[in-house]
């Protein structure tokens, strides 16, 4: 039988402190390895970097922010204020150890015992030796766990930094270039120095690529400014606000009708019919979105209007805010758009593959993270292999649980519409696994389920990999409660359940 008693969590992000949230009761012992919560709200988020979403759709169930109503974005700092109340509120620091980095971890168990259900290994035995680097010393402590939780995170930490042919690399360059996790770290006088009257090139057109272009070009107001050029590969939608056509945007995606219209796992054949008949509905939706885009915003002037529907951004969790001025910005020179597939450096900036060079001071690489590699970087094998899948992503039964890797969990590894939301209701699932309240499947079943949601991530859009819930999020919600053992539909009638929008508040702990 579960019950496990020594629990480790890695990890004290958003993820991470949901997790020691709903496990509190076994004392589990958080490593950070940072000095602070949060994670990249702390460690990669720049001055003027707010929530994308409304505060109300990033909040934990049984904790509303002071001012839940106020339409605006919080900013990254009052975020942090708001998880910092959170694990005060639930009293977790004193599960958390800072500046201690997981560095390794080692299987001590035996596969061969797993009378608990699924990939469970019997509790009260250690199954896990879990090395830990503190920040002021090189010595290394171990300890033994019965059970993990990885709270990681895909973002953050470790960047993606482009390959170059030999001689074309940031070696050859003669002025700086830097990652934007390293722009993260600068202070405001620091961020406005680097980039003030300087030929900036912003590499990438995501969401941090967005804001650094726009704080580039408040720091080249005046005559001696110089344009920031941003080198954009592929483009993706952005929206201006929460309303299209003057219509809310959760109608479109967030509600039990909405969602109908896309294909979710382990649906009857009915449903898959209706999907297909129901499909040309489902691409008008994208499409009206897109027409009020286009007519909001100057992308077709721009040369910014993408090649794919905006319900594949949708589908893939990177459809971003466009901060306020941008545009503006561009109407006044200060942001330009160069788009090139293939680029590299010469001394003096960047070149590409048309034979055309910018000059450049200072180029920033929006290129991303790596968040498997961090995974990598402790997990052992043969349980490292096991990260690597066909599809390219994590098989995560319920977004949560590996199949294949015993007695460890990972939260935070699946993205939807809000992140906090989706880690908060997986570590609830977990902590009743871990209080054995249900069983888990068996390794094929949780297998073939991971399997049916990469199909429907597949077939909703090409950016798969992204490893987004976002068109059948209220699905993938409804059989983790079933799981639970809760009602999956949780509203008062079926007319705010069909057309209402789902959210945090929705699933507030049945006990
Ligand atoms: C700039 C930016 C803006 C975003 N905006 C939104 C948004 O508007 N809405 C939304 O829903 N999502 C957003 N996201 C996604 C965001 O990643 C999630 O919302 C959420 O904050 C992720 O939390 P996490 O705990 O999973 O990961 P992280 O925040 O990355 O936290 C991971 C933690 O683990 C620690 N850690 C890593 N490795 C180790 C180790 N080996 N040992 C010990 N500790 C370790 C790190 O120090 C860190 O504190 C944004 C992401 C970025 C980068």
Known sequence: MANYSKIAIIGAGVSGLAAVK????????VFEASDSIG????????NSTKLQSHR????FTDFPWPNRDDPGFPSYTEILDYLESYAKHFDVFKCVRFNSKVVEVRFTGSLETTDSGGNLLPAGHPVWEVAVQTHNSNSIQRYGFEFLVVCTGKYGDVPIIPAFPNNKGPEVFEGQVLHSIDYCKLDKEAASQLLKDKKVAVVGFKKSA??????????????????????????????????IWGLPFFMFYSTRFSQFLHGSPNQSLLRTLLCLLLSPLRRGVS?????????????????????????????????AIMPEGFFSEAEKGKIVF?????????????????????????????????????????????FQSLLEHPSGLLPLYRGTIHPLIPNMAFVGYIESVSNLHTAELRSIWLSRLIDDKFKLPSAEK?????????EVMKQSTRFYKRHCISTFSINHSDEICEEMGWNAWRKRNWLLEAFSPYGSKDYEDEK
């Open 22 to 29: 709903q496990l509190r009761h076994h004392n589990p012992v």
């Open 338 to 382: 160069k788009r090139a597939s293939k680029w590299w450096f010469w001394k003096g900036g960047l070149e590409f593959e048309d034979n055309t060079k910018l000059e450049a001071d200072v180029v920033i690489l929006c290129t991303g993270y790596d968040g498997k590699k961090k995974l990598k970087a402790f997990l052992p094998e043969p």
């Open 210 to 243: 967005i804001d650094l272009a726009k704080e580039c070009a408040e720091s080249n107001q005046g005559p001696e400014g110089q344009p920031c050029t941003m080198i954009v590969r592929t483009t993706h939608w952005t929206v201006p606000h929460y309303r």
């Open 446 to 454: 949780m297998l073939e389920q991971t399997s049916k949601e990469m």
């Open 287 to 319: 499409k009206f979105i897109e027409s009020y885009l286009l007519w909001k915003l100057p992308l077709l002037k721009y040369g910014l209007k993408p090649d794919h529907p905006f319900e594949e951004d949708y589908a893939s969790c990177q459809m």
């Open 39 to 46: 994670g990249i709200w702390k460690s990669c988020s720049y």
């Open 56 to 59: 109300s759709d990033y909040e």
